[in-house]
């Protein structure tokens, strides 16, 4: 019964290849982001999605490109990775009309580039 | 722009002891929530407690309160009575109050800072 749910929790791969990181979410939000967390733990937001339209893009490359099925799930696809991508992702959502509660979080994504 | 900024990379405390975070943000908004995230070595990101910039008291959640100074754009955490498992990254993060427009609902986080609780 997890709330936000993030496949895989560790991604390693190397330069040049594709790969997704899949994102859902039980709690009937409507709202769903990406976050990119550094090496130094800086999080910033890369994207937001409410009811499936693109509401956020933090000047992202467009090698990064989101996909919104429905408004449970938000994936995100990376083509072409480099070694600078290498960081943990997370997937949060919250509902538009409730501002107050802050985010839930998955338990996010560590992506390794080698 | 909304910024976030804390200044603490890390901070220690004893177990039992009392330790304060402390965050700064800058906005010219006055409708905004503030929010405390604890993330533990497991990273998994834990909403630890929130304020509502028109609500004047302190928020406060059992060992854990805020110092709320909306003039001075503060807003640092008090956590009371330490224990082993509040060793965690702490992050302060702001959220625009209204929704709509090119900030919609988007959480700005401060660098974070690391606590460890010394037995």
């Known amino acids: 019964d997890t709330a936000v749910s993030q496949t895989p929790k560790y991604l390693v791969t190397q330069m040049g290849n594709d790969k997704s990181i899949k994102c859902e979410q039980n709690l009937g939000h409507d709202t769903m982001y990406w976050y990119k967390q550094d090496s130094k733990k800086f999080l910033k937001i890369m994207f937001s999605?409410?009811?499936?339209?693109?509401?956020i893009n933090e000047t992202v490359p467009n090698r990064f490109s989101p996909k919104s099925p429905d408004k449970a799930h938000l994936n995100l696809h990376i083509n072409s990775l480099e070694l600078g991508d290498s960081a943990v992702y997370f997937c949060a959502s919250s509902q538009s009309d409730r501002r107050w509660d802050g985010y839930t979080f998955g338990s996010g994504t560590r992506l390794t580039v080698v | 722009a909304q910024t976030v900024t804390q200044s603490q990379p890390e901070m220690s405390v004893q177990e039992a002891e009392t330790v304060t975070l402390s965050c700064t943000y800058d906005t010219s908004e006055s409708d905004y929530y503030l929010f405390w995230y604890k993330q533990p070595p497991s990273r998994q990101m834990i909403l630890v407690i929130r304020q509502e910039a028109y609500k004047q008291q302190n928020a406060t959640e059992n060992r854990f309160s805020v110092n709320f100074q909306k003039a001075a754009k503060s807003f640092s955490l008090k956590i009371s009575d330490s224990q082993l498992g509040d060793a965690a990254m702490y992050f302060c993060a702001y959220r625009i109050g209204y929704a709509g427009g090119t900030s919609y609902g988007k959480l700005t986080f401060g660098q974070g800072t690391i606590l460890t609780v010394h037995p």
């Open positions: 999605y409410n009811n499936k339209e693109l509401i």
